[in-house]
């Protein structure tokens, strides 16, 4: 059956328990999956690619047919999904598994769709159209995210970032953290600098570097230093997102040293760790110490300086620091 996604958080997912998501708007798929599924059901999260899912379908069904009654209610997310899991969904239905939530995530979808036909007609499936967002709705995520973190940009500035999200709220998302890390030191930020924050789309994300440095992941955060062009602007941006992202699991490290409980831990920091990052965030937590994190805040501080007074040398400066650590 079809819904609108505002409607799904109303459903009785007694009767339904498998989702379709499909559309341009991946910003929004993840902000509904977050808040309407995770965050309302507290539920452990399996994620999988379609091909991988589909590889180890028989093993992975037959788990969740198995499942120990004390064992928790899980949702499995399958991304990238297209009309070869469709026979994988009905032997699912036929097996009529309990305790679990499927979402299966997709771009667009033709009408003529296999899977999308099936989903419609289904009366015990959901699927859910994400189209593009409006610029009214952009607009109005920007300037609260900005009245928020007493963060000013040009009325030129939030044009730019709109016409550069491709209507989705996942994008502007991603370009208001690099803003956000960008003005720990700067709150008036000019139409300049937003430009050349904005193009860092055409790279890899910063915030993955980041977090790859974070995971002590040495050939990843390489591979992404080496195939990356970065200007001396685009330096100061990576450490701080270093930085920012350091001091997060710093406070993330001390909480876990009273509370013994990394779930709650992160649930309860603020901005909130989107559900995907959250993985990432518990690895990085058991491979840091509170004192090497506070001697990388320190580094990151004197490096920054350093790349300010040699702008010629700030790449090579950024990545003798991130490798050498």
Known sequence: ?????FELKKLDTSIFNIFLLYGKNTGLQ???IKKNFIDRYNLEVDSYDENEFIKDSELIISELLNKSLFDNEKLIIISRVTDKILNVIKYVLEKKVKDIKIILKSGVLEKKSKLRIFFEKEKNLAVTAFYEDNVS???LLITDFLRKNNIKLSRESINLL???SNGDRGNIKNELEKIY?????NKNINFETVQKLSNLAENYSVG???DNY???DVKNTSKILNENNYSNDDCILILRTISNKSKRLLNIIETLAEIKN???????VRPPIFWKDKENVKKQANLWKSEDLKKILYQVNDIEILIKTNPINSVNILSNFIVSN
């Open 214 to 216: 974070l995971l002590k």
């Open 137 to 139: 709705d952009l607009l």
């Open 208 to 210: 993955l570097l980041a």
């Open 162 to 164: 709109i016409q550069r």
């Open 181 to 185: 890390n960008y003005s720990t030191t």
């Open 262 to 268: 990394i779930d709650k831990v992160i649930s309860n």
């Open 1 to 5: 059956m079809i819904f609108k996604y």
């Open 30 to 32: 993840n902000e509904v």
